[in-house]
């Protein structure tokens, strides 16, 4: 029998698991004050879901995906990304039907074989959230503002939001052209990853992390000089948009994104501190990608923030242990008893308790519950029952009330 976890995969434990709820939380409620609805689709789908739409090319198909036949011999894959299960969804559901404009949010695990390190890891979480129905760069901006203000009542209002614009399917061609002339005579140069994705993907090679690769594109063409009328108007109006909602941002003309269904703005935010996996959220339009799931032309724009990477910005300042308020030391049977009830009583108030349950000695019980944390020890014993009054003591300050019983509870859900 083995008790390890599959590499790349880890067990979210309390207090860290306090913390994961709460970004849940803070996200859900700031999605739905801008209109959104949740939204759930299964972890795994038909592979074609994923190939199809994050493309043949890209890492991701290529490399990452945990793709397996079923038992009716169907290629199904674990979902690496949100997205693409969520137009899958959108299209057979008819959702265009419901309201020509729909806003949908969703959380949970997504699977990649990457090679694992921190911040990266082959079962990680998501939180995400799409726009369907409306091509306007207001749509844009709007995610953006609603993002940056989830990001600052997180307490990260530092982070760098960079923006992109990645043109269009008829624009785009001729920018890949000269991007593939600029490096044509530095190919041998590039990293042997850049070498293949000259022929099959060669935007790619802008975002290369690579130091060489890094260094070899240095007055490579700015895709933003390369974009039709209607895209340049698109990005100008976002842009113009974001500085009207005050929403921060910075200008990356490199950001090319990894998964291949993006059209016109592309954009990540960054944290400086989180070392090579630096990126937090990420995210685009996808004006095409409806449509190649057969469903009708509808333009769409969303983003996904990495759980882990977000929490670990956040976690130092919110975590809390997991203490309770009350430890209930009990000398003797009918201590033992009075205990229990007395436990049951407060829970029911909502005071968290606990009891020594195993016994020992009042030393024994008293240490417990000073490494448990609570800021109130409730003491009883043969002697306290026999005088009807038991002591509460105050962890912190060691001041002790005498109470009879029939007050300890609404005293103790009454303390501040
Ligand atoms: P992505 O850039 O592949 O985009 O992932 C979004 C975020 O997920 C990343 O910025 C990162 O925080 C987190 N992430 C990705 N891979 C890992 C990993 N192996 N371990 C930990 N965290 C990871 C998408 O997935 C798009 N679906 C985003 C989107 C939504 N675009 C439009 N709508």
């Known amino acids: 029998m083995t008790s390890r976890g599959v590499k790349g995969t880890q067990d979210i434990l309390s207090p860290d698991v306090e913390v994961w709820r709460f970004l849940e939380t803070t996200a859900a409620r700031h999605f739905e004050t801008y209109g959104f609805r949740e939204i759930r689709t299964p972890v795994m789908e038909y592979t074609q879901v994923f190939t199809r739409s994050i493309g043949e090319t890209t890492d991701i198909v290529e490399k990452e995906m945990y793709t397996f036949?079923?038992?009716?011999?169907?290629?199904?894959?674990?979902?690496?990304?949100?997205?693409?299960?969520?137009?899958?969804?959108?299209?057979?559901?008819?959702?265009?039907?419901?309201?020509?404009?729909?806003?949908?949010?969703?959380?949970?695990?997504?699977?990649?074989?990457?090679?694992?390190q921190a911040g990266r890891y082959r079962q990680f979480h998501q939180i995400g959230a799409e726009v369907f129905g409306a091509a306007d760069p207001k749509v844009d901006a709007e995610i953006l503002l609603m993002l940056t203000e989830l990001l600052?009542?997180?307490?990260l209002?530092?982070?760098?939001?960079?923006?992109?614009?990645?043109?269009?399917?008829?624009?785009?061609?001729a920018f890949r052209e000269a991007v593939r002339n600029f490096f044509r005579s530095r190919l041998a140069e590039?990293?042997?990853?850049?070498?293949?994705?000259f022929d099959t993907n060669p935007l790619r090679i802008m975002d290369c992390k690579t130091p060489k690769c890094r260094e070899l594109r240095t007055g490579a063409p700015a895709v933003l000089d390369h974009l039709d009328p209607e895209c340049r108007s698109h990005f100008d109006r976002f842009t113009r948009y974001l500085e009207l909602l005050h929403v921060p941002f910075s200008l990356n003309t490199n950001l090319v994104r990894g998964l291949d269904y993006?059209?016109?703005?592309?954009?990540?935010?960054?944290?400086?501190?989180?070392?090579?996996q630096n990126a937090v959220v990420a995210g685009g339009r996808y004006d095409g990608l409806v449509e190649e799931f057969g469903g009708p032309k509808t333009p769409a724009m969303g983003f996904a923030m990495g759980v882990e990477r977000t929490v670990a910005l956040i976690r130092e300042r919110l975590i809390k242990e997991n203490t309770p308020r009350v430890f209930i030391t009990a000398l003797g049977p009918s201590a033992e008893e009075m205990a229990m009830e007395l436990a049951s009583g407060l829970r029911r108030r909502g005071v968290s308790t606990e009891l020594a349950y195993d016994g020992g000695s009042l030393k024994s019980q008293m240490k417990r519950a000073d490494r448990s944390g609570a800021e109130y020890v409730l003491i009883i014993g043969d002697e306290e029952i026999e005088r009807g009054r038991f002591?509460?003591?105050?962890?912190?300050?060691?001041?002790?009330?005498?109470?009879p019983r029939d007050q300890i509870v609404d005293h103790i859900a009454a303390l501040p």
């Not at 959108?90 to 694992?116: C, D």
């Not at 590039?190 to 994705?197: K, N, P, S």
């Not at 002591?391 to 109470?403: D, S, Y």
């Open 157 to 173: 209002s530092e982070l760098d939001c960079q923006v992109n614009s990645i043109g269009c399917p008829a624009c785009r061609p």
């Open 152 to 155: 600052s009542s997180l307490g």
């Open 391 to 403: 002591p509460l003591r105050n962890m912190a300050t060691k001041e002790q009330a005498e109470l």
């Open 190 to 197: 590039l990293c042997t990853e850049c070498q293949r994705r």
């Open 69 to 116: 036949l079923d038992k009716g011999d169907r290629s199904v894959t674990l979902r690496p990304e949100g997205t693409a299960s969520v137009v899958r969804s959108y299209v057979q559901n008819a959702l265009h039907t419901r309201s020509p404009v729909q806003k949908l949010y969703y959380m949970g695990p997504m699977f990649r074989y990457e090679r694992p």
């Open 262 to 276: 993006y059209t016109r703005t592309t954009f990540e935010v960054i944290a400086a501190g989180l070392g090579a």
